[in-house]
């Protein structure tokens, strides 16, 4: 099987984790090659076809919103925990 790489590079490759790739394939997103055994470990080996397939799931679950959305920064939240501004006498 001429140029496969495992699902770790696939993932790599498509931009996301591998728990993300995993992810995928165990809710049905992506089609994911048969396993196979090399000795007595099993692993997938992601083709050409197959990476342009996970690279266009990728650009329809992103484009419709279902990817992580980004994480906001708080400014000016009182967060309860102390900090520069804290009337406490400091630890000796």
């Known amino acids: 099987m001429p140029n496969a790489v495992t699902t ?30 090399r000795g007595a470990i099993g692993m997938r080996l992601w083709t050409e076809i197959d990476i342009s397939r996970l690279l266009e799931v990728k650009s329809r679950i992103y484009r419709r919103g279902e990817g992580r959305g980004r994480k906001r920064k708080t400014i000016g939240i009182d967060t309860g925990r102390a900090g520069a501004d804290d009337t406490r006498a400091p630890l000796t």
């Open 8 to 37: 770790r590079e696939a993932a790599r490759v498509a931009g996301i984790t591998r728990a993300t790739l995993q992810d995928w394939i165990r809710v049905g997103k992506v089609v994911a090659p048969e396993p196979i055994l």
